[in-house]
Every structure is written in C-alpha cells, then in structure tokens.
C-alpha cells in the first residue's frame, strides 16, 4: 500500500520525517520503503486492519504512547431493514450488506485536489467522483465500497452463491467473465450485478449521466474471497482487503462517512440506509497470564504495563484476576484469538530490540544420524580438480526422455514457468552436457564438472526423489605439456579416478560389474557395487543423447551417497609381515574374447598359495601373436608372514598360477 | 695361493668414506686394476699345478665377481647422488585443474558449522511435498492469504493428496516433531521452489531453517543464538536489529535485519517462537515446550558475503564465475 507522506503526515498529526516515520512504522512491524515523496507499507497478511489511514493511525497513535484519535466526521444515518430493497443474504459468505440509496444527485463537482492526489498516489486510478468518493473512504477507514447505478438496478438485491456453474458477465471495463458458482455475488431482479469484494457489472456502473446512487458496504468473509480474484485475474485494492480481512463493524460508519463527504460534493434529494445480517460477530476475550508471559518472553514485565500496552492498542479489560487479565478484542483486531497473539503485541509495543539476549544454548548430545558420504565425495572430487555447478531441476520432455528409460515416469508439473520445460530431472546429466556445450564455446578446452542434487520420479502412489552424484570429464583436445609427455584422459583413467575416490574413503571391497543400465553411457561403462548394493555407474558418455550439446568423447560418473554408508567402515587391523616381497612376471597369450575381469576371478578363486598380488602391467596384440588373442604381462607379488620365501616355493606357487590359466582360460605361455 | 680373508670386507669399508668419483675410480684401480691383487693373482695360476689351478681359479672368480658387484653398486649410489640433469626449474607445471565446491555449497556448510557444535542435527527432507507438511501442519489453513506469499509449484497427481514443490524447509521440521524425542535442536538445509523468475527471484533457491523445541526457550534465546550466529558469520561485530513480522507458523514473528555497510539495514533472516497450533499439530505439549524458529536465505547471505550482485550467476555453469571462489 501507497500512501503519500504529506497526506499521512497531516492525519497523524506529526512532525516527524518522511524517514523518521518509516523506521516508526518499521519497527512496529509495518515494513516501509521510501519511494519519492510516497511511503510504501509492505502489510503482513494477517494485518488487514491496518491498510488504511485510520488503521496506521491506530498503530501510530499505540507506539507513540499518544491519545486515540478523535473519531472521523459523518453524516448520521438510521439504519432501515426491507426485504423490498435486501432481499436475502447468503451468511455463509457475507456477513452484513449494507445499502444507500442517494437519489437526485445534482451538481456533482470533483473531490478537492489533495484528495484527488492522494487516491492516485495509492495507484487507484480516478474514474467518476462518486466512486473516486468510495475509493478514498477505503483508502481512509479501510471499508470497501462499491457504488451502483440506482436506475439502472432493479432491486431487491440477493447477496448469494449463483445456482448456474458458469455465468458470463461483463464487468466493468468490458471483459466479459465466466463468473463461477463458487463465487459469491451481487444479484438484482435482472442478474449478477457484482462479483462479491471484487467488481462491479458494466450494466449497473456509474456514468457521467448517473443521478442516483446505491452505495454498497458490506462483510464479505476471507474464507469466500480469497483467491477468487486471482481466479479471474481482477486483483483489486477492495479484493486485496476482503481477502485479508475487514472490520466487520466499519460498514454503517464507512456509509455515513461516505455522505458525509458527499455533502461538501454535490447536492441530493433523498437518502437512506438499509441493512441486512446474517449473525451479528461475537465479541472475542482472549486471557492473559502475565508470568507466562514473561517466561516466554524472558522479560519481568508488570500486569499494569501490560494492561496499558494493550490498552493503548484498543483491548479493553472484560475481567481481572490475580493470575490473569481478559480482555476484550476489537473488532478490526480478527487476527488475534489466542494468549500467545497478545504476546505478540506486548513485544512489539515494548519493542523486539529491547529483549534482553541469552547466551546461545546448545541442545542434548545426539547419534549423528547424517550420512557424511556427500560431503566427503565432494571434497574428494574437488581435491582431484572438478568444479561444482548448481542447476534448476526442470527439463523438457526431449531431453528427459533421452535420459531416462521407459519405465521412468516423469515427475510433472502442473504450472511450470516455463512451458518448454514441464518436467522434473529424472538425471543431472542434461545440465551438465549445457555446461559442457556454454564453457567450450567461451573457450575452455579442459572441464571436470559435478553437480549434485535430487531426481524426481512418479510412483504409482505418489513421488520419489533419490540423490545423485553426477559427473563429466571432457577435454576439447588433447592435452599438451612443452616437455612432450603424453596426458590423455581415457575410460580407465576416469575407472582410476573413481576407484582412487572410494578407495581413499575407505571403501575397499568395491566391484566393478558390467552395466545393464545404461543411460547417458555407451556400453564401455561399469555398474559399481559394494556387496548387493550398487553405489555408482561410470562410462563413456553416448554423444546421441547430448542434444549435440557434447561433440567429442567424453566420460562421466553417477555416484548415489545415499547408498554408502563411511559411518560403518571400521576396519580390524592385522600384524604386518616382515619378510621381504617377491615378483614375478609371465606373459600368457588368451582368446580375445576372454575378459580381464575372467582372468582375475580364475586367479583369486585359485587360493594360490603366498600371493598377495597381481597385476596387469602390458598387452600386446600383433607380431607374433596369433589373431584374435591378446598377450598379457602379468605380475605376481608374493609375501610369507612367517619367512623369507625360498625360490622354489614361488615357482611352486607360479606354476600353480600358470596351470590354473591354461584350465580355466586355455591360456598359453609366451617365452 | 694365499687369498687375503678379509679383501672384501676393507674394500667396502673404504667405499663407505669415498667423497667423489675421482677417489672411487682411484679405489677401484686399487681392487680391480691391472695391479691389483685379483688381476695379478690371475696372471699366477699359470705357475701353479693343475688341481690346485682350478680350486684357486674358482675362488678368485668369486673374489673378482663380488669385487666388480660391491663397486657397481657403490657407483649406482655415487652416481645417483650427484649426477642428474640441469632443469629450468621456471618451466611450467603439467596442466592441472582447480577444484572448487560451488559458492552455495560453501555457504551452506559455513552456517552449519555453527550449529554444529551446539548439537543441532541436520535434516534434508523432501522436495517434492504433500499440502500436509508444506502449508496445513504449518498453520497455513486451507484458502488463506497467507499462501499467496508463497506462489507454489503444484504437481500432476492422480494420488488424493496434493503434491507440491516445497516452497520452504519447514516441512521438514514437522516430520521431524513428530518423529524425533524432544528436546530437538535442528537444521533443515535445502532447496526450495517458488512460481516466481524474475532479476531477483529464482524458481528454487536454498534455505537453512532452525528449529528447536525444549523447554523454557524464550524469545532472548532466540535473539541470543541470532545475533551469535550472524557475528560468527561476518566474522565481526554486527548491529542487529529485530522488528515484527508476520509468518502462519511461528507467534510472534520477526524480521532480522543487519546493518550492512553502505547499503544500510538489510532483511538478513526471519524468525519467531513456534505457533503453538504448530506445536499441537505434532503432538507436542504446550504446557510444557516451547519453540523458536528461523530461516535464511543461503544465496542472499552468499551475495552478501562475495559481493556477487546477480543472483542468477549461481545457477549459470559459468566456470569463469565460480574459479574465483577458492576452494
């Protein structure tokens, strides 16, 4: 809300700066930015009350200790009830509608400049002086009003729910819109005349002809308005406070203000006012218990400074014990309606900042129950030179289904930003393939990148979201040093990468298997499992699902912290042999179609006796070798806890090795 | 032919003390060397009878192999020590490449360390959300304007319940009331979505979120670990100020703002004691705890804390943007 500072000024009757009063306003909860000679209130939605002059005035008058304001000059009505004029109100969405006919109007002249400059500094455009006339008692006391045609309105009204689904009705300013059953509205003999809180039909608006008026002012509850003006895209400043809530006593007082000022406009003939009620609102006590208070305050305030406070605020005293103080809550105050609501306003009268502060406690000792597996695969990935990125979660259909398989139902939006984009990441990899694609075309030719973050999935009861941990290492060219030695990132280097991160965090008996699951990857990629679980996937990265975002080979990673657990790796320590270790290398020509992997199962399945170790140290295909097989140099390391090792007893166990491949593999010795 | 017992044993003692090559190819010409014993000892067997020829011959071959042995390698040593190639030390490293955690992360991680040490556990909950724990156990009741403030993403469902994209962490501390003992000190980090894109404002952003229920906290002990907080975070004594605000969970509620600089007092936090209809909601009795909680935003303090002006940077992949951030 808007409201141009000479103009408050004048109503609080202050002295105070432009700046000075926003802090007042601020401090009291009422956020205030200063803009040019106006000051914006950014008023809390449970604060309707206050989005007008008088309810400012209300707050000022409280925290500045002064007297209540004087009361606002009207012209006194008798209130008239005729089912000829009200006919019948729906109580479950209006709680009273009031109705003023003013007849003969003559001589209508303009509000006065300041008035006029005050309505268009709070954004409200001016239309026709007697609605511009309703516009500021809203903007005054915070009661909207609406002003009919009364020729134009073939009365009785009925305020109810309308019996059709759907009824077109031009409102004001000529959309036509398909006004719901759901939604309150204003009814005359001939149909909807106004949608409740919102807007006013064409048909019965004012003109510059009109020379008589039915002004409105009525309780349309919260509970009815909120959201329907959304609904029909008509935010108005009178929708903005039904929604929030308006004093449900103000409307007589909002009418008499009404003609009040009309009087200094223009001359009538006739007036009166008529009323309906549904039931009258309660008066509402809400209890004090003031040592509770201060227990939850930490203060050591006193029942009489807390009476005044609240006093100050409106709140009467209904009853008084030795214990607690009852009071009686005003009517525009429909946002409290519990002791800890007083305790609010007691802290924000005696100020928040004037809370004594204690010292930080800290809570009871508890298991850490957090899974410390991300922190730690970040830092690893960062110590072995990738960047983290950060993305939005949402995609378009293309690329989520280039990255996910079929029986991966998409997480969906219902009201996207952007409807390109409607569907939740089922993979981090389309971010990262963009990230890829915008680093090269600026000219970067090495990147290691991870993200990590949720996908989404739809079940058949709900959603699920599951962590990932996703990768790429891309290098544009080939990496060159001056000194000539050869750097090229490979599939086994990205499996050495890997393999050093999980090692270094403790995790020793991982497994490598090949993948059934294949997506971003081409078949050179490996499931990684630790026993039945599989913790990540590593491959070369399938160019075809990129978007063309990626242009050369390039490998990533997709790690699930959630499936590892470091808290549990607790390893047992044995003694350490002190006897020196032995190597021998052999090279054994296999069939091509044998996996490395088959080579090492037959080896570890071998119990051989004294081997510690084994590796892959060369392959060799070509000259000498026959086609379709492959030479492999492998090394053996052998180690006794109890004794140096004899020569014969590592041939011993050589040559158990070599009859073991030559089984199992038909491997052949090479010379 | 008498062959000295001890030869070998003062040969390898003398390398011990050579200094430099020159001094051990002069020691070795002493051993080895056309006058040494072994060569001339050689040059003898011819003198000598046959049987007794091939015995001295096989054990001067030992002598001689174990001789040339201890020299090589003493020489590998003298060699290894002093002999290398001259660099031009100046000359570039191998390509290498700078790591970094992203500058959320680093945040993110800074806030929680300082609760840690106070015990407050740390809960990541669930982005996508039910009304249930979104808006309703939160005191947002159905229609009420309230949830205008938070322009929700809503999913496509056909399961009863509503499902949402978290618009806070909240929803995390209410599966944790009711599931956790009491007392319960806790941070719920992560992200979280808004229907809202414009220079300011992202579609998802990150929150921290605290939360404790115990008993007898008051308002003092929230402002207490506030003010503690920000100071450990800016690393500096902080103006602080608390005015009154307005969210559905918490009675009363607060803004936070710090004074910052030149750009005057700035809304750094909201909090509030916890509405005791949140309380009942998760079972918790109010006669005998009582809660406070608060919430940030993680990229406002980042752009605070680096000076980063367009909120937007984070979430651009831009490599030139995060390899200032050190690691």
């Known amino acids: 809300m808007k409201i141009q500072y000479s103009y408050l000024k004048n109503f609080l009757n202050t002295n105070l700066s432009q700046k000075k009063l926003s802090d007042v306003f601020t401090q009291v909860g009422f956020e205030c930015e200063i803009e040019g000679s106006l000051i914006e209130f950014d008023i809390t939605p449970n604060r309707g009350d ?180 959304r609904k029909y895209g008509l935010a108005t400043d009178a929708s903005h406070r039904f929604e929030r809530g308006v004093d449900p006593e103000l409307q007589q007082t909002a009418l008499e203000r009404y003609l009040f000022l009309l009087d200094q406009i223009a001359e009538y003939d006739s007036v009166e006012l008529y009323y309906s009620y549904s039931h009258k609102t309660k008066k509402k006590n809400v209890k004090l218990d003031v040592a509770r208070f201060n227990k939850f305050s930490g203060l050591s305030l006193k029942a009489s400074k807390a009476i005044l406070i609240l006093k100050n605020l409106g709140f009467k005293v209904h009853t008084r014990s030795e214990k607690n103080v009852t009071f009686n809550i005003p009517s525009h105050r429909f946002d409290i309606s519990m002791e800890e609501d007083l305790y609010e306003e007691l802290l924000r009268s005696y100020g928040y900042d004037n809370i004594p502060i204690s010292k930080p406690k800290a809570g009871p000792i508890v298991n850490n129950k957090q899974n410390n597996a991300l922190d730690n695969l970040r830092l690893g990935l960062v110590h072995s030179g990738f960047k983290e990125l950060m993305h939005m979660p949402f995609v378009s259909r293309d690329s989520f289904h280039q990255l996910n398989s079929n029986n991966w139902k998409p997480a969906e939006l219902h009201n996207p930003i952007n409807e390109n984009e409607p569907l939740l990441r089922g993979s981090l990899f389309r971010s990262l393939f963009a990230a890829v694609n915008s680093n090269v075309k600026k000219g970067y030719t090495s990147i290691k990148i991870f993200e990590a973050g949720n996908v989404f999935k739809k079940e058949k009861s709900g959603f699920n979201q599951s962590f990932h941990l996703s990768g790429m290492i891309y290098y544009h060219e080939p990496q060159q040093t001056w000194s000539q030695k050869e750097l090229i990132y490979d599939f086994f280097s990205l499996k050495g990468e890997i393999s050093k991160l999980l090692h270094t965090l403790g995790m020793q008996n991982i497994e490598f298997q090949k993948t059934s699951s294949l997506m971003p990857f081409n078949e050179n990629a490996l499931d990684i499992f630790i026993g039945k679980q599989k913790i990540a996937v590593i491959g070369e990265i399938e160019l075809s699902v990129t978007e063309k975002l990626v242009k050369k080979q390039a490998y990533g990673f997709v790690i699930y912290p959630e499936k590892i657990s470091l808290a549990s790796i607790n390893p047992k320590i044995v003694k350490t042999s002190k006897f020196p270790l032995s190597t021998r290398d052999i090279n054994v020509v296999l069939d091509k179609s044998i996996s490395y992997e088959e080579v090492e199962r037959s080896i570890s399945q071998g119990a051989i006796k004294h081997l510690v170790s084994f590796n892959l140290i060369n392959t060799f295909e070509g000259k000498d070798i026959p086609k379709g097989s492959v030479s492999m140099t492998l090394r053996f390391t052998f180690q006794s806890n109890t004794k140096s090792l004899l020569e014969s007893e590592i041939n011993r166990s050589m040559q158990m090795t070599l009859n073991l491949l030559e089984k199992r593999l038909n491997a052949k010795i090479r010379s | 032919m008498q062959i000295p017992q001890d030869l070998i044993e003062t040969a390898a003692l003398k390398l011990k003390s050579v200094q430099s090559e020159a001094e051990f190819f002069q020691l070795r010409a002493q051993y080895l060397g056309k006058k040494s014993f072994v060569v001339t000892a050689f040059s003898k067997l011819r003198d000598l009878q046959s049987d007794e020829k091939v015995n001295a011959a096989k054990e001067l071959n030992l002598l001689k192999n174990n001789l040339t042995k201890l020299f090589e390698i003493s020489l590998e040593d003298i060699e290894g020590q002093g002999d290398h190639k001259k660099l031009d030390v100046t000359l570039p490293a191998d390509p290498f490449l700078v790591g970094s955690e992203h500058p959320i992360t680093k945040i993110s991680q800074k806030i929680i360390n300082y609760f840690t040490p106070l015990n407050y556990q740390i809960f990541s909950g669930n982005e996508i959300e039910t009304d249930f724990y979104n808006f309703e156990a939160l005191n947002f009741p159905e229609n009420h304007p309230a949830r205008q403030m938070h322009d929700t993403f809503y999913l496509n469902s056909s399961s009863k319940s509503e499902y949402l994209l978290r618009t806070h962490t909240s929803n995390t501390q209410v599966h944790a009331m009711l599931d956790e003992d009491l007392p319960l000190y806790m941070l719920s980090p992560g992200r979280v979505f808004r229907c809202d894109s414009d220079t300011t404002h992202l579609p998802m952003f990150t929150q921290i979120e605290g939360l404790v229920v115990d008993e007898d906290v008051t308002f003092g002990d929230l402002k207490g670990v506030l003010i503690d907080f920000l100071e450990y975070f800016f690393n500096e004594k902080m103006e602080v100020r608390f005015r009154p605000s307005y969210f559905p969970f918490t009675e009363p509620s607060a803004e936070v703002d710090i004074k910052f600089g030149k750009q005057g007092w700035l809304e750094i936090l909201g909090c509030g004691m916890v509405h005791p209809n949140v309380l009942n909601g998760c079972n918790i009795d109010t006669k005998k705890f009582r809660g406070f909680a608060f919430g940030m935003g993680v990229e406002r303090l980042a752009m605070l804390y680096y000076g980063v002006t367009d909120i937007r940077e984070f979430y651009s992949s831009n490599l030139d943007f995060l390899n200032q951030f050190p690691s």
Do not use: W
Request: net charge positive.
């Open chain 1, 50 to 229: 206050a989005l007008s002059l008088r309810g400012l005035e209300r707050e000022f008058n409280a925290h500045q200790l002064k007297k209540p304001s004087q009361k606002l000059q009207t012209s006194s009505l008798k209130l008239i009830q005729d089912k000829k004029i009200i006919n019948h109100i729906d109580g479950s969405g209006c709680g009273n509608y009031h109705l003023m006919p003013v007849k003969g109007l003559k001589g209508i002249k303009n509000l006065d400049s300041k008035k006029r400059s005050f309505i268009e500094s709070a954004g409200i455009p001016l239309i026709n002086p007697l609605v511009d006339l309703g516009n500021y008692v809203m903007l005054e006391i915070g009661a909207p009003m609406h002003v009919f045609d009364l020729d134009k309105l073939s009365l009785p009204i009925n305020v109810r729910f309308p019996q059709e689904k759907h009824n077109a009705v031009t409102v004001i300013g000529g959309d036509v819109k398909d006004v719901q059953s759901s939604s309150l509205t204003i009814q005359d003999q001939s149909g909807i005349q106004a949608i409740a809180g919102i807007i006013g039909s064409e048909a019965s608006s004012v003109s510059s002809k009109t020379s008589s008026i039915a002004v409105e002012a009525a309780f349309f509850r919260p509970e009815v308005t909120v959201n329907q003006a």
